[in-house]
């Protein structure tokens, strides 16, 4: 019994570690995305301590282990995550993020963050759901502008044909008000200029007829 004591008090002292993650997390296809994983601990952080993360497909596949630290970061050297984690955390400060890189749509599954800080062995995983939504490359994007920019030239020509057909109706009809104007000022001039003519035609031949009456008599 008295053995079995210091065991026994050894397994009282160990505690679990809480893990927090961000939950579910969104990203574009093509991106990266860092998964935040922290952690607390009742004992410090030292050299015993270690994060494990762990990757769940989407499609019910095998669990894989895609990440692992233990005073140095140890990326994975084969799998679909090779060459595309990287480790974004600090362990000194309770921060065992990582950073997956250029996401693809078969990265869709649920990521796990195992802390361990012996003596807290115990715990809960840390889960994050990532999805990977569709991202528009560039050959969609270059013709999704060649259909915007051609709509948009084109109502611009729509505009400009109207606002030209405007000005030039009211050039026209500034035309005609102007050659109106002209035609009855000549038209006046004419009237004018015959009033004064048979006026002075008239005045001519009472001169005559009063000067012809004065040789008679």
């Given at each position: 019994?008295?053995l079995l004591?210091?065991?026994?008090?050894?397994?009282?002292?160990?505690?679990?570690?809480?893990?927090?993650?961000?939950?579910?997390?969104?990203?574009?296809?093509?991106?990266?995305?860092?998964?935040?994983?922290?952690?607390?601990?009742?004992?410090?952080?030292?050299?015993?301590?270690?994060?494990?993360?762990?990757?769940?497909?989407?499609?019910?596949?095998?669990?894989?282990?895609?990440?692992?630290?233990?005073?140095?970061?140890?990326?994975?050297?084969?799998?679909?995550?090779?060459?595309?984690?990287?480790?974004?955390?600090?362990?000194?400060?309770?921060?065992?993020?990582?950073?997956?890189?250029?996401?693809?749509?078969?990265?869709?599954?649920?990521?796990?963050?195992?802390?361990?800080?012996?003596?807290?062995?115990?715990?809960?995983?840390?889960?994050?759901?990532?999805?990977?939504?569709?991202?528009?490359?560039?050959?969609?994007?270059?013709?999704?502008?060649?259909?915007?920019?051609?709509?948009?030239?084109?109502v611009?020509?729509?505009?400009?044909?109207?606002?030209?057909?405007?000005?030039?109706?009211?050039?026209?009809?500034?035309?005609?008000?102007?050659?109106?104007?002209?035609?009855?000022?000549?038209?006046?001039?004419?009237?004018?200029?015959?009033?004064?003519?048979?006026?002075?035609?008239?005045?001519?031949?009472?001169?005559?007829?009063?000067?012809?009456?004065?040789?008679?008599?």
């Amino acid at each position: 019994m008295c053995l079995l004591c210091p065991s026994l008090a050894g397994i009282g002292d160990v505690t679990g570690v809480d893990v927090y993650t961000g939950g579910a997390v969104e990203a574009r296809n093509g991106t990266e995305q860092r998964l935040r994983c922290t952690f607390q601990s009742s004992s410090p952080v030292g050299k015993r301590t270690n994060i494990a993360w762990h990757f769940r497909p989407l499609d019910d596949g095998n669990e894989e282990s895609i990440f692992y630290y233990h005073e140095e970061p140890f990326p994975p050297l084969k799998g679909r995550f090779k060459g595309r984690v990287v480790w974004s955390g600090d362990i000194w400060r309770k921060d065992g993020s990582i950073t997956v890189t250029n996401l693809r749509f078969t990265d869709n599954g649920t990521f796990l963050c195992i802390v361990k800080n012996p003596p807290d062995i115990d715990g809960v995983a840390g889960e994050i759901k990532l999805s990977v939504v569709y991202k528009v490359n560039y050959s969609e994007m270059l013709i999704l502008g060649i259909v915007i920019g051609g709509a948009t030239g084109l109502v611009v020509v729509i505009v400009i044909s109207v606002v030209t057909v405007q000005l030039c109706r009211k050039w026209r009809e500034a035309m005609d008000v102007e050659e109106m104007e002209d035609e009855k000022e000549e038209h006046e001039y004419e009237n004018r200029n015959g009033t004064e003519l048979e006026k002075l035609n008239r005045e001519a031949m009472i001169a005559t007829e009063v000067a012809e009456s004065a040789v008679e008599a």
